[in-house]
């Protein structure tokens, strides 16, 4: 029996909608983590395997958040289990 169209779209949206949920939720424990000064230089671009994955401005902002990164795994695992590990890109923040 063919599965219709409607239905498939709604699954792909509702499936969606909790990624976007989940991901929302992701960001609200990374920031308990980060310093007001320390956000202006990173984002977070989302999970990719089972890791983090931030894109920071500089290396110095690089530096920082290795330096929190055990408290951000910390706050993370609390509700994500399945996070493993962290990714920092540095590049264009603006642009991600």
Do not use: P
């Amino acid at each position: 029996m063919a599965t219709k169209l409607k239905d498939i779209l709604h699954s792909f949206l509702e499936t969606k909608q909790n990624d976007i949920l989940k991901q929302k939720k992701l960001e609200k424990e990374i920031k308990k983590t980060l310093s007001e000064e320390l956000q202006k230089h990173i984002i977070f671009k989302g999970v990719r395997k089972d890791k983090l994955v931030f894109c920071v401005d500089s290396s110095v902002a690089h530096y920082q958040i290795n330096l929190v990164k055990k408290d951000i795994l910390k706050q993370v695992s609390k509700n994500f289990e399945n996070i493993t590990g962290l990714v920092i890109e540095i590049g264009d923040i603006k642009n991600g």
